[in-house]
């Protein structure tokens, strides 16, 4: 009885790869909820620029070895709407008709969370100990909104956040233009595409702009920064987990030294 | 067919990205549609499930197309009308031509109709000494400018109202120039002044179908200019064009489905004209055609069958996917160089004009669902433009370079200590040249993202091996 839930910490490739303290947030994040955390190092990625290049035959591969990593795990949890999504919904339908992975990846599916809705839904948390003072708006990662229905529980969780004020953007449900492989194969759509996103998240006026999902969020921060805005980007796990003494995104020690002066 | 410029794909929507007039004329899409959208379906809890039951009526209807499409028929000449049944556009012109001839037409009325875009019908009665006149505002406008229709519902969409005054003022050199031109309403008035004489003087018109009623052989359009209903009764032949997908077994299937298209297209409860026809002119009738003809369009719809891209003939043509798209709100319609646009356009396109010039479109989408989220029909539009890229990159159709990178990308992911090595290697790379900065203004391989935006710096190391030095018994 109340044995810990072991999670599989699925830290997501551009997260493993550009941010590491997201995934050292979520960890926390999963620790604090009584989780015990554990990490495969044999992860790589989920498989999704494969998949969404039509390269099924790789993207199986990949996936098989993802399911190999992680089925152990009472959970796996993702700081990603999109990676888990990819699990969730996309992984049983890679091994349709292959009867033993598909029940493999089906198991898998069923265990896989986003990191906030897993807090919520799984863990039942209802409130965070963080404090971040300023103003933040919220934008929803079409993947995590549309195929894991996560609108509410990041809100639910930031507005336990101590002295966190929320200011909603308009059309925060609406794709930011990153896309994966889209923002490198259709650079002018989607540069047009987040430049309408930045103007919202101005509109809203915001010191910190979060998301659940670091793609988006290295686009938006990517298109703010060269606008020359003052706006700072992180992880919404960053802010749930109270740490956020690394410097934003594209942002540095010397860079914010500078805007200071 | 109509020209294909979908293969310039790119280049159209570099132009369309600088173009100040069609930036602008797309601000209606972005917000007016939508807004109307989300308002009726509010005000109607049970739209859902009106959703489920259309998609089952029109699964339904697709598994028993030939049924269907058989017993319509013998309804229609049961009427005193006549089916024609055309493989592709060819065979459809010809058709029509063939019926205007015999009647000696020298000008064909026409409502709104994309299957007529999409054989490229104007071009060809043009050609055979026959004047067609399109009868939709939006229609009628982008005619006299030479253009094609950049929105399945909204034709003229990217076009300004300043700039229909002045193809106005071209056009209609009869009227004053001097006449007042600042409101909707006076073009309005006189679109309708002039049209009204076309629809007294055609000898044919031709009309679209939104449905085709197997149970009562009737043809259905929705309008909300009523010019449909002067198209096809006033002259003496009415035609309608209709591909095979537009069939539904009964007249309360298509009442079913009408009560999400017009909340999904343009907010409305109810398009203002809903007109059934069935037959030619009965006796008893006051008016109304002498001869009543429908073609059933095929041009490779039924090849669609059995495939993973079946789903995508249950479409009514809303427009609501390409309403909610980004890269149709960012591009407008034209940029995607044929008939369809928008995500029903990138699904639809490959299958009619071949993936190999088509190709462009399923991947010219972030996959961010929202055409999916709004389908009426629940078509599952991104999974479809997905199965595309699939028989692209069975195909060889990707570029090389590109095929390269994902394929090398690919390997690795694969090997997770060649991975772990390199990601290693890549993040340490990094982390030096960007010398103490968050973020690169420019960097060598990222030359398409940095162009109008930063790329944010790793922070450095990757998290696998912090995690790996920092908790190694938390490891697996």
């Given at each position: 009885?109340?044995?810990?839930?072991?999670?599989?910490?699925?830290?997501?490739?551009?997260?493993?790869?550009?941010?590491?303290?997201?995934?050292?947030?979520?960890?926390?994040?999963?620790?604090?909820?009584?989780?015990?955390?554990?990490?495969?190092?044999?992860?790589?990625?989920?498989?999704?620029?494969?998949?969404?290049?039509?390269?099924?035959?790789?993207?199986?591969?990949?996936?098989?070895?993802?399911?190999?990593?992680?089925?152990?795990?009472?959970?796996?949890?993702?700081?990603?709407?999109?990676?888990?999504?990819?699990?969730?919904?996309?992984?049983?339908?890679?091994?349709?008709?292959?009867?033993?992975?598909?029940?493999?990846?089906?198991?898998?599916?069923?265990?896989?969370?986003?990191?906030?809705?897993?807090?919520?839904?799984?863990?039942?948390?209802?409130?965070?100990?963080?404090?971040?003072?300023?103003?933040?708006?919220?934008?929803?990662?079409?993947?995590?909104?549309?195929?894991?229905?996560?609108?509410?529980?990041?809100?639910?969780?930031?507005?336990?956040?101590?002295?966190?004020?929320?200011?909603?953007?308009?059309?925060?449900?609406?794709?930011?233009?990153?896309?994966?492989?889209?923002?490198?194969?259709?650079?002018?759509?989607?540069?047009?595409?987040?430049?309408?996103?930045?103007?919202?998240?101005?509109?809203?006026?915001?010191?910190?702009?979060?998301?659940?999902?670091?793609?988006?969020?290295?686009?938006?921060?990517?298109?703010?920064?060269?606008?020359?805005?003052?706006?700072?980007?992180?992880?919404?796990?960053?802010?749930?987990?109270?740490?956020?003494?690394?410097?934003?995104?594209?942002?540095?020690?010397?860079?914010?030294?500078?805007?200071?002066? | 067919?109509?020209?294909?410029?979908?293969?310039?794909f790119k280049e159209n929507s570099r132009k369309a990205l600088k173009d100040k007039q069609l930036q602008r004329a797309l601000q209606h899409?972005?917000?007016?549609?939508?807004?109307?959208?989300?308002?009726?379906?509010?005000?109607?809890?049970?739209?859902?499930?009106?959703?489920?039951?259309?998609?089952?009526?029109?699964?339904?209807?697709?598994?028993?197309?030939?049924?269907?499409?058989?017993?319509?028929?013998?309804?229609?000449?049961?009427?005193?009308?006549?089916?024609?049944?055309?493989?592709?556009?060819?065979?459809?012109?010809?058709?029509?031509?063939?019926?205007?001839?015999?009647?000696?037409?020298?000008?064909?009325?026409?409502?709104?109709?994309?299957?007529?875009?999409?054989?490229?019908?104007?071009?060809?009665?043009?050609?055979?000494?026959?004047?067609?006149?399109?009868?939709?505002?939006?229609?009628?406008?982008?005619?006299?400018?030479?253009?094609?229709?950049?929105?399945?519902?909204?034709?003229?969409?990217?076009?300004?109202?300043?700039?229909?005054?002045?193809?106005?003022?071209?056009?209609?050199?009869?009227?004053?120039?001097?006449?007042?031109?600042?409101?909707?309403?006076?073009?309005?008035?006189?679109?309708?002044?002039?049209?009204?004489?076309?629809?007294?003087?055609?000898?044919?018109?031709?009309?679209?179908?939104?449905?085709?009623?197997?149970?009562?052989?009737?043809?259905?359009?929705?309008?909300?200019?009523?010019?449909?209903?002067?198209?096809?009764?006033?002259?003496?032949?009415?035609?309608?064009?209709?591909?095979?997908?537009?069939?539904?077994?009964?007249?309360?299937?298509?009442?079913?489905?009408?009560?999400?298209?017009?909340?999904?297209?343009?907010?409305?409860?109810?398009?203002?004209?809903?007109?059934?026809?069935?037959?030619?002119?009965?006796?008893?009738?006051?008016?109304?055609?002498?001869?009543?003809?429908?073609?059933?369009?095929?041009?490779?719809?039924?090849?669609?069958?059995?495939?993973?891209?079946?789903?995508?003939?249950?479409?009514?043509?809303?427009?609501?996917?390409?309403?909610?798209?980004?890269?149709?709100?960012?591009?407008?319609?034209?940029?995607?160089?044929?008939?369809?646009?928008?995500?029903?356009?990138?699904?639809?396109?490959?299958?009619?004009?071949?993936?190999?010039?088509?190709?462009?479109?399923?991947?010219?989408?972030?996959?961010?669902?929202?055409?999916?989220?709004?389908?009426?029909?629940?078509?599952?539009?991104?999974?479809?433009?997905?199965?595309?890229?699939?028989?692209?990159?069975?195909?060889?159709?990707?570029?090389?370079?590109?095929?390269?990178?994902?394929?090398?990308?690919?390997?690795?992911?694969?090997?997770?200590?060649?991975?772990?090595?390199?990601?290693?290697?890549?993040?340490?790379?990094?982390?030096?040249?960007?010398?103490?900065?968050?973020?690169?203004?420019?960097?060598?391989?990222?030359?398409?993202?940095?162009?109008?935006?930063?790329?944010?710096?790793?922070?450095?190391?990757?998290?696998?091996?912090?995690?790996?030095?920092?908790?190694?018994?938390?490891?697996?």
């Amino acid at each position: 009885m109340n044995e810990k839930l072991r999670v599989g910490l699925f830290v997501t490739c551009l997260v493993d790869l550009f941010r590491p303290s997201v995934g050292f947030a979520a960890a926390k994040l999963l620790e604090d909820a009584g989780c015990e955390v554990l990490v495969p190092v044999s992860q790589t990625c989920c498989g999704q620029p494969a998949y969404n290049s039509g390269d099924r035959a790789d993207t199986r591969e990949i996936a098989e070895k993802v399911i190999t990593a992680f089925e152990e795990f009472d959970y796996v949890v993702a700081p990603s709407g999109s990676c888990a999504g990819m699990i969730r919904k996309h992984y049983p339908l890679l091994f349709a008709g292959d009867k033993a992975l598909e029940k493999r990846a089906k198991a898998l599916a069923g265990k896989t969370y986003e990191l906030v809705s897993f807090l919520t839904e799984v863990c039942n948390v209802t409130q965070v100990e963080a404090q971040y003072d300023g103003v933040v708006t919220y934008h929803d990662s079409c993947s995590g909104l549309r195929e894991l229905g996560i609108r509410d529980q990041p809100r639910e969780l930031l507005a336990t956040v101590k002295g966190l004020k929320l200011s909603e953007m308009k059309n925060a449900d609406v794709c930011c233009g990153f896309g994966g492989t889209f923002s490198v194969k259709y650079p002018d759509i989607s540069n047009s595409i987040v430049a309408e996103k930045t103007a919202t998240i101005e509109d809203a006026k915001p010191d910190l702009l979060l998301a659940g999902d670091l793609g988006c969020l290295l686009n938006m921060a990517g298109k703010l920064k060269r606008q020359g805005s003052n706006v700072h980007v992180r992880h919404v796990a960053e802010v749930l987990a109270g740490m956020t003494d690394k410097p934003p995104i594209a942002e540095s020690r010397r860079d914010l030294r500078g805007s200071d002066g | 067919m109509v020209e294909v410029h979908s293969p310039e794909f790119k280049e159209n929507s570099r132009k369309a990205l600088k173009d100040k007039q069609l930036q602008r004329a797309l601000q209606h899409v972005r917000g007016n549609f939508i807004d109307k959208r989300a308002k009726s379906i509010a005000d109607l809890p049970e739209f859902e499930a009106l959703r489920d039951n259309a998609r089952d009526i029109k699964n339904h209807a697709l598994e028993h197309l030939d049924l269907y499409l058989e017993a319509y028929e013998e309804r229609v000449v049961a009427q005193g009308g006549h089916v024609h049944w055309a493989r592709d556009s060819i065979e459809a012109r010809g058709l029509v031509l063939d019926i205007c001839r015999k009647v000696n037409a020298k000008t064909v009325t026409k409502g709104k109709s994309m299957i007529t875009e999409e054989i490229a019908l104007n071009e060809f009665l043009e050609k055979n000494g026959i004047t067609p006149i399109e009868t939709d505002l939006g229609e009628y406008i982008i005619q006299l400018r030479g253009e094609h229709p950049s929105h399945i519902i909204a034709p003229a969409v990217h076009v300004t109202k300043d700039q229909v005054a002045e193809d106005f003022k071209k056009a209609h050199t009869h009227l004053p120039p001097d006449r007042s031109m600042d409101e909707p309403e006076n073009l309005l008035l006189e679109a309708r002044g002039i049209l009204r004489e076309k629809f007294i003087a055609a000898d044919v018109g031709i009309t679209g179908a939104n449905f085709l009623v197997a149970e009562t052989g009737t043809s259905v359009i929705v309008t909300n200019e009523g010019n449909g209903d002067l198209t096809q009764t006033l002259p003496k032949v009415h035609i309608v064009m209709a591909s095979i997908e537009k069939i539904v077994p009964t007249l309360e299937d298509m009442s079913q489905i009408l009560r999400v298209l017009a909340r999904s297209a343009t907010g409305q409860e109810m398009s203002v004209y809903t007109t059934l026809s069935t037959g030619p002119k009965r006796k008893t009738d006051v008016d109304g055609p002498e001869q009543y003809h429908v073609i059933l369009l095929d041009n490779g719809r039924s090849n669609m069958l059995g495939t993973e891209f079946q789903d995508m003939l249950r479409c009514i043509r809303c427009g609501a996917c390409m309403n909610h798209c980004p890269v149709y709100h960012s591009v407008g319609g034209h940029a995607y160089g044929w008939v369809y646009p928008g995500p029903m356009g990138a699904v639809l396109t490959p299958q009619l004009i071949g993936v190999d010039k088509g190709g462009h479109l399923p991947n010219a989408s972030t996959f961010c669902g929202r055409c999916e989220e709004v389908c009426p029909m629940r078509i599952p539009l991104p999974k479809m433009m997905r199965h595309w890229r699939e028989r692209e990159f069975e195909r060889h159709l990707m570029p090389s370079g590109q095929r390269r990178y994902l394929q090398l990308w690919a390997w690795m992911a694969k090997r997770p200590a060649i991975y772990r090595l390199a990601t290693n290697v890549v993040t340490t790379g990094m982390r030096i040249l960007a010398i103490g900065r968050g973020r690169f203004k420019k960097f060598l391989m990222a030359g398409s993202w940095t162009a109008e935006r930063d790329l944010p710096a790793p922070q450095g190391g990757t998290f696998v091996s912090q995690w790996k030095r920092q908790r190694p018994e938390q490891v697996r």
